[in-house]
């Protein structure tokens, strides 16, 4: 069964820092790419990481430069998004997920979600 895990979300003060976790069973992460993707209540679905699990290239969204970074276990087979200096804008639900493409646009797997609450 092909499932993607999210975690290490939770609640944290503003300037700090999470580091989430993406674990993949029932495929191995060998040339996928790996999005990291966040819902806020009542916005649209943005992009905030992708790493291609075969070559390392990644991408940050403007929003999250300087502060994230996105890396790849691939003996583990999983994804790891750094999240330092936190802001209450961050707030979301976190989902990961894999594409065969080779950028971050059409996934073909998602994970089910992690909360993240920046806040005092």
């Known amino acids: 069964q092909v499932q993607l895990v999210e975690s290490g979300g939770g609640l944290v003060q503003p300037g700090g820092s999470l580091r989430l976790s993406c674990a993949a069973s029932?495929?191995?992460?060998?040339?996928?790419?790996i999005g990291w993707f966040r819902q806020a209540p009542g916005k649209e679905r943005e992009g905030v990481s992708c790493?291609?699990?075969?070559?390392?290239?990644?991408y940050l969204a403007d929003s999250v430069k300087g502060r994230f970074t996105t890396s790849r276990d691939n003996a583990g087979n999983t994804v790891y998004l750094q999240m330092n200096s936190l802001k209450p804008e961050d707030t979301a639900v976190y989902y990961c997920?894999?594409?065969?493409?080779?950028?971050?646009?059409?996934?073909?797997?998602w994970g089910r979600g992690t909360q993240v609450t920046v806040s005092s």
């Open positions: 997920a894999a594409g065969s493409g080779y950028v971050c646009i059409e996934m073909d797997y």
């Open positions: 029932g495929f191995t992460l060998d040339d996928y790419v």
């Open positions: 790493i291609s699990t075969s070559d390392g290239r990644t």
